[in-house]
T-cell receptor, first 113, second 114 residues
Framework: EAQVTQNPRYLITVTGKKLTVTCSQN?????MSWYRQDPGLGLRQIYY???????DKGDVPEGYKVSRKEKRNFPLILESPSPNQTSLYFC????????????FGPGTRLTVL | AQSVAQPEDQVNVAEGNPLTVKCTYS??????LFWYVQYPNRGLQFLLK????DNLVKGSYGFEAEFNKSQTSFHLKKPSALVSDSALYFC????????????WGAGTKLIIKP
């Protein structure tokens, strides 16, 4: 089944404790992206990747890191999480660009205390 | 600045009635416009998009959207609402100023009452 998977689905952590949210797709997509969803703000892009080893900042990259060492994986790293990073995070992938149909993962709900 | 607006936080419609979810945009050049839907506890799913051609775009689950260049709008419509259409709907537009990434509206919660 074609899908985007994210882990963990739920995470409660404390300020400053490094964490990684994994994202993997099995559709051989070139494009991958991370978003955060906050009430009243819609989706805001954190980082995106057009291909392996190519990543770019989105609208809200501060406090986040990403890597794209393999085509299928695009982990999101929070090196020192803060409470303002409490949010619902989505990974998405598409064939080549942001305007191709994006397939979203199920989301990761992160709470930083 | 490029932007997309969904002026209604929530839309309530009776089952069987037509529904409209509004979206307006401001972007330079030719707009690429999208609608996605988010069902409870799920990721977003693509509904439809407008890039060029016919102003009326048909999409998944019986939805359609009309591109209106003079009003800079891209409203989502369905002739007869189903209770299962209840979800959060997002409009998005490609932003040439952000390296052609999408900018997203805040979302409109659609509630269909039996």
């Amino acid at each position: 089944e074609a899908q985007v998977t994210q882990n963990p689905r739920y995470l409660i952590t404390v300020t400053g404790k490094k964490l990684t949210v994994t994202c993997s797709q099995n559709m051989n997509h070139e494009y991958m992206s991370w978003y955060r969803q906050d009430p009243g703000l819609g989706l805001r892009q954190i980082y995106y990747s057009m291909n392996v080893e190519v990543t770019d900042k989105g609208d809200v990259p501060e406090g986040y890191k990403v890597s794209r060492k393999e085509k299928r994986n695009f982990p999101l790293i929070l090196e020192s999480p803060s409470p303002n990073q409490t949010s619902l995070y989505f990974c998405a992938s598409s064939l080549q660009t942001s305007t191709d149909t994006q397939y979203f993962g199920p989301g990761t709900r992160l709470t930083v205390l | 600045a490029q932007s997309v607006a969904q002026p209604e936080d929530q839309v309530n419609v009776a089952e069987g009635n037509p529904l409209t979810v509004k979206c307006t945009y401001s972007v330079s050049g030719n707009p690429y416009l999208f609608w996605y839907v988010q069902y409870p506890n799920r990721g977003l799913q693509f509904l439809l998009k407008y890039i060029t051609g016919d102003n009326l775009v048909k999409g998944s689950y019986g939805f359609e959207a009309e591109f209106n260049k003079s009003q800079t709008s891209f409203h989502l419509k369905k002739p007869s609402a189903l209770v299962s259409d209840s979800a959060l709907y997002f409009c998005a537009v490609r932003d040439p100023g952000s390296n052609y990434q999408l900018i997203w509206g805040a979302g409109t919660k659609l509630i269909i009452k039996p």
